[in-house]
């Protein structure tokens, strides 16, 4: 049993969930699909490589930093010397984008098997094959996705009700009123249905139901399967970091101690390795 944990953050993000033709949205929350087609790009796998391996893993993200939906409107013309080019009709496309956002995603795996890919997958993020998005190829992660692994834990929805906070600095100090008042108080989690959840959790709502369990990668055979979705929350004062988070007493405006001092990270005592 085992859990690992990504920090996915960067200018922009885009998760398509029901993107079609001229209009690329993108899910409020990364995707299940794509998440294992990062950690597959790591491992250098090509789209025709098999993904069974992956069907036993287990998935949770919770929302730490929602960012703000933004909308690139794109138009397209054909080149001068093309012939006909005043008769070639270019496609109109809106793309969505979630700017300045930060997700913990929490992947679970069971015995010695599941821990062994897990920690082979830990090893190829540090060192990917090919280049990670968030998403869509135009939005790479920054900082570089960072990792963690605990052993001996089996329910990642559990982990992410205590994992510290990975909101930015920046994103505390703009919000450190709404935090303070009571505003923004709780994190939104999604995770696969058939997670243990707590069901007498107040913030527990019905599940949904998300088409992307991928199946396939093949660019000829791309399949997805249906993946139904329980969605729930934890309040900021839950998790480890709560005096931090909150702005307790101790906290300034910047989320720094109340000396002055940076906290001083090192590899041992920040979880993320940052």
């Avoid at 510290?164 to 920046?170: C, E, K, L, V, Y």
């Avoid at 988070?245 to 910047?254: C, E, F, I, K, T």
Wanted: glycine fraction near 6%; include cysteine; aromatic fraction near 6%.
């Amino acid at each position: 049993m085992a859990v690992l944990l990504l920090s996915l953050r960067g200018p922009y993000q885009s998760w398509g969930l029901a993107s079609r033709f001229s209009r690329r949205d993108t899910n409020r929350m990364p995707t299940k699909s794509a998440v294992l087609g990062l950690l597959a790009s790591a491992q250098g796998r090509t789209r025709e490589d098999p993904i069974e391996d992956f069907a036993g893993l287990r998935f949770a993200v919770r929302a730490d930093q929602p960012g703000v939906l933004v909308r690139d409107f794109q138009t397209e013309r054909p080149l001068d010397w093309q012939t006909n080019a005043k008769s070639i009709e270019m496609p109109i496309t809106q793309r969505f984008y979630l700017c300045d956002a930060a997700f913990l995603v929490a992947l679970s795996a069971q015995g010695k098997e599941g821990l062994a890919l897990l920690k082979g997958l830990r090893h190829a993020v540090s060192k990917p094959v090919w280049p990670l998005y968030l998403g869509r190829r135009s939005c790479p992660p920054s900082p570089p996705v960072k990792t963690r692994l605990l052993e001996n834990v089996s329910d990642p929805v559990e982990v992410l009700r205590h994992e510290p906070w990975i909101a930015s600095d920046t994103y505390r100090h703009r919000h450190q009123h709404d935090i303070e008042s009571g505003r923004i108080r709780f994190l939104d989690i999604s995770a696969d249905a058939d997670l243990q959840t707590s069901t007498d959790d107040p913030n527990q709502i019905l599940d949904s139901v998300d088409p992307d369990q991928p199946l396939s990668f093949s660019v000829r055979h791309r399949r997805y399967a249906a993946r139904r979705v329980i969605h729930t929350s934890v309040a900021l004062e839950d998790l480890d970091d709560a005096p931090q988070a909150v702005g307790g007493q101790d906290s300034n405006r910047s989320g720094h101690s109340s000396d002055g001092a940076s906290p001083a990270f090192t590899d041992d005592d920040d979880p993320m390795g940052f």
